[in-house]
Nanobody
Framework: QVQLAESGGGLVQPGGSLRLSCAASGTIFSINAMGWYRQAPGKQRELVAA???????DYGDSVKGRFTISSDFAKRTVYLQMNSLKPEDTAVYLC????????????????WGQGTAVTVSS
């Protein structure tokens, strides 16, 4: 069974920093992309940052210049360094993996983590 172990969320003051980690384990034949999305109460899920093929990055407009995604695909781990955090960054951050995985005995091409909560408040 595929698992995405997310960590690093918490409460931080505006202007502060956090680093999220997501480690994938289980039956994973290949990973094409790993990334982070977020969902705030009452809002749609949105892309925060994604890393494709180990080198191509994509960022949501609201986090460009403040957040940095990195990964160790060999360790099936992706990181999100979040700097200059703002109250509007408050959300549940979900790890996303795209590739060839086995979930409940079935082949899937993507999988979502449970999420880690980030709260930016003074």
């Amino acid at each position: 069974q595929v698992q995405l172990a997310e960590s690093g969320g918490g409460l931080v003051q505006p202007g502060g920093s956090l680093r999220l980690s997501c480690a994938a384990s289980g039956t994973i034949f290949s990973i094409n992309a790993m990334g982070w999305y977020r969902q705030a109460p009452g809002k749609q899920r949105e892309l925060v940052a994604a890393l494709t093929g180990g080198s191509s990055t994509d960022y949501g407009d609201s986090v460009k210049g403040r957040f940095t995604i990195s990964s160790d695909f060999a360790k099936r781990t992706v990181y999100l360094q979040m700097n200059s955090l703002k109250p509007e960054d408050t959300a549940v951050y979900l790890c996303h993996v795209r590739g060839l995985l086995v979930v409940d005995g079935q082949t899937k091409n993507e999988y979502w983590g449970q999420g880690t909560a980030v709260t930016v408040s003074s």
